[in-house]
C-alpha cells in the first residue's frame, strides 16, 4: 500500500510568483484536504476536495486554489506569492465519512523571498 | 465552532518518565479527536483517534489518551519516555459534518537523557 506522496519537497519562489504543488493520495481514498503549517504553528485547513470538487475550505484567499483529478491525486496552485506564503504544505488523504483519519504526506516547503 | 487548546508549547521529561501532553477541545457537538506527531522535516503521523467507542484510547509507541467530557479533555499519555519519542504533538478535533481538521498550537517534547 503506497502513502501518501508530495511534490516537491522544496521550492523557492519570489513575490509575485506562481507555484503548484502536488499530491497523490493513499491507495483506495477518495478525499484529499490541504492546510498550511506556518513555522511554529499547527496546520491551519486550506481546502478539502472529494470526487473533483471543493467539499470545504478555510480562511484562506482565492488566489489559493485546487484541482482533484479523476484518480483522486490533486493540486494546490498559489497565485500572487506573498512573503506570508513561506510554509510547510500539507496533504492528507482519506474515505469519505464522518470521523474517518486523515493520513498526512511528507509535506512541501515552499519559501517565498 | 470547534477548538482544541494544548496546555504547553513545550514539556521536558527524563527518559523512563512518564509523559503527559494535555490537550482541552471546545464543541457544541459530540467531537472526534485525534493525536499526530511530527518529527523534524516530516509529516504528520496518527498516534491514535477517538471517534466514541470507548474513552481510554490506545495508539502506537505505547502512547494512549482518555476522553474525558466533563473536562473537554483528551490528554495524551505514556508510562515511559524514549529518546525517540522528542518530536512535536498535535491534537486536533473536527465534527460530523464538517471538512476539516482544527488543530491545537502544538506541543514540543524533549527527553532528557
Known amino acids: 500500500e503506497t502513502g501518501v506522496t508530495q511534490s516537491p519537497t522544496h521550492l523557492i519562489k519570489t513575490r509575485g510568483q506562481q507555484v503548484t504543488l502536488r499530491c497523490s493520495s493513499q491507495?483506495?481514498?477518495?478525499?484529499v484536504s490541504w492546510y498550511q503549517q506556518a513555522l511554529g504553528q499547527g496546520p491551519q485547513f486550506i481546502f478539502q476536495y472529494y470526487r473533483e470538487e471543493e467539499n470545504g475550505r478555510g480562511n484562506f484567499p482565492p488566489r489559493f486554489s485546487g484541482l482533484q483529478f479523476p484518480n483522486y491525486s490533486s493540486e494546490l496552485n498559489v497565485n500572487a506569492l506573498e512573503l506570508d506564503d513561506s510554509a510547510l504544505y500539507l496533504c492528507?488523504?482519506?474515505?469519505?465519512?464522518?470521523?474517518?483519519?486523515?493520513?498526512f504526506g511528507p509535506g512541501t516547503r515552499l519559501l517565498v523571498l | 465552532a470547534q477548538s482544541v487548546t494544548q496546555l504547553g508549547s513545550h514539556v521536558s521529561v527524563s527518559e523512563g518518565a512518564l509523559v503527559l501532553l494535555r490537550c482541552n477541545y471546545s464543541?457544541?457537538?459530540?467531537?472526534?479527536l485525534f493525536w499526530y506527531v511530527q518529527y523534524p522535516n516530516q509529516g504528520l503521523q496518527l498516534l491514535l483517534k477517538y471517534t466514541s467507542a470507548a474513552t481510554l484510547v490506545k495508539g502506537i509507541n505505547g502512547f494512549e489518551a482518555e476522553f474525558k467530557k466533563s473536562e473537554t479533555s483528551f490528554h495524551l499519555t505514556k508510562p515511559s519516555a524514549h529518546m525517540s519519542d522528542a518530536a512535536e504533538y498535535f491534537c486536533?478535533?473536527?465534527?460530523?459534518?464538517?471538512?476539516?481538521?482544527?488543530f491545537g498550537q502544538g506541543t514540543r517534547l524533549t527527553i532528557n537523557p
Open positions: 464543541s457544541s457537538v459530540p467531537p472526534y
Open positions: 492528507a488523504s482519506s474515505l469519505a465519512g464522518v470521523g474517518e483519519t486523515q493520513y
Open positions: 491507495s483506495g481514498h477518495n478525499t
Open positions: 486536533a478535533v473536527t465534527v460530523s459534518g464538517a471538512q476539516k481538521l482544527v
